[in-house]
């Protein structure tokens, strides 16, 4: 017999999770599949077990610039047990989650999920009906075209290497590869970026980004802006990775490890999109309206990563998962707001921004006052030696608020925050300047920063 439910969410990630918990407590039948264990990528593959490799290496930092200033003994990573310690968050996540799903009431089923006509699917030889479906399916690593691409490994494996080899490339330069390259150069290996466009994390403001690259030369990374990678081949002692300079140079360098970090697309080709008239753009990405329903299939739905419709964080698709449910509980009158949504780099120290960049200020006409400056003589870095600290602040001439705001340095992830509050409620500069707080920390460096 098809079971039949009120909600299908495809995905157990962060948008799945949020959506069919809200939708189970309002008394809909619902039920969630994914191919992979539960849980998604933030908690398993992405964010969090990063962030403990990142704390880590936070240390050996904080150590080597104290050292000398009243920090005497030295710190070392072991990767293998860092590793183990890593697991102990993520190895724990399917069972809860599968647990979390069955004490709601939520059905759950393994395998891939795919359409077989506009309210139907197939997962794992059972044949299901839906009044609604969810995708949240997330995004996986972007296909690369050029020759011997299938040795590289994704971000997926470099979080679960058992030894972290000596010579890492990395390709890509994003976030991932920002991140990935402090923590494994920390760690003592001997790091490449090989980027093909002309910046590195071309999201953040670039001023800042100068600041922090110094913090790359420290560790020895070497970062190569204008180089496409055109082929890695295997050798006895490891790979070459051949990358073509915007200059047509060519140039080869011998790794042990090459590693995907070349951005990430909506998950959706195993979905059989057609059976379901779900129509994808040239991007072959969700064709959805802005209450992120599918615009030819309207029983449809999508949220975080594999809609796409806001940037490609965990915050995003748990925002996204809480407007489709309200969607579908009221009808559709609610649309995403992705305004003041922070976005960081968790290099050391760390690069964030939330709102606009100054081009896109200036790409508006929009009338500003900008304050930006590279301040490492600030209190809140030279107590703990930090050589990069700086920002750009953006506020609007006629209404005095905050347009967008740009942080690198200590506590530039958790600074950053406040002024996605600014932003999101419409405080002004003159507010926030009023504001009082604790000192000496972080934030209470907002004010000069006014
Ligand atoms: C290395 C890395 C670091 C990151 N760091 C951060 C960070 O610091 N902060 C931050 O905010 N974001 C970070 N992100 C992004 C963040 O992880 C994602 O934005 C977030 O996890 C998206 O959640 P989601 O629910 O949309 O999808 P996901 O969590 O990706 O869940 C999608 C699920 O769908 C399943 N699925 C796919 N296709 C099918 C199918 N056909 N059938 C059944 N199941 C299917 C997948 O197996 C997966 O479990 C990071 C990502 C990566 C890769």
Redesign the pocket.
Known sequence: MTATYDLFV?????????ASHRMVAAGWKVAV???????????????????VLVGAVQIIDDVRRMTGRGLTSEAHIGWRELIEFKRSFTEPVPAVRERDYADKGIAT?H????FTSRNTLE?DGNALEARHVLI??????APLRFPGAEHLI???E??ELEELPNRIVLVGGG??AA??SHIAARAGAQVTILHRGDRILPKFDQDLVSWLLERFRQLSIDVRTGHSVTAVANIETGFVVTAESSSRTKVDIEADLVVHAAG?IP??D??DLDAADVERDHRRHLKLNDFLQSVSNPIVYA?????QKG????????H??KVVARNLLEGNHHTPDYRGVP??A?TIPPISRVGLSEQEARERGLKFRMKSHSVPAWFSARRVAETVYGFKVLIDESTDRILGAHLVGPHADEVIGLFGLAIRNDLTAAALKDMIFAYPTSASDIPSML
């Open positions: 495809i995905g157990s990630g962060t948008a799945a999770s949020v599949a994914d191919h992979r264990p539960f849980g998604g990528t933030c908690a398993l593959r992405g964010c969090d077990p990063k962030k089923y395998g891939p999920v795919r997962v949240a399916t997330g995004a996986r690593p994704t971000n997926e470099f979080l976030y991932i991140e990935f990430r998950d959706l195993a979905l949220a975080g990563d594999a809609a940037p490609p964080l965990t915050p995003v698709a748990s996204d998962a976005s960081v968790f």
